[in-house]
């Protein structure tokens, strides 16, 4: 985990509580660039800007950290480009 999680006093989380998340997309051109995933085994950073962010990260899983695949799916406001993308970088 990152400086952020640990010290935001915007995420007074509390270990072993569910927490609702609302996100409303009120611009198109908005993006997420990460958002904090837990369960009870912890938490993990999901990264995503745009398409040049998506593939050095999914680079990253694969060369780096010896990752055998990702999951993904479509939200319907994603750059397209990220599809055309992904084979060519996997």
Do not use: C
């Amino acid at each position: 985990m990152d400086y952020d999680f640990f010290h935001s006093q915007e995420l007074p989380l509390i270990a072993g509580n569910d927490y609702t998340v609302k996100i409303k997309a009120k611009d198109i051109n908005l993006w997420i660039s990460r958002l904090f995933l837990g369960d009870a085994d912890g938490f993990s950073i999901l990264y995503y800007q745009d398409v040049d962010s998506l593939v050095y990260w999914t680079n990253e899983a694969a060369y780096r950290w010896k990752l055998r695949g990702i999951a993904i799916w479509s939200l319907g406001q994603e750059d397209m480009r990220v599809w055309e993308a992904l084979p060519k970088q996997i």
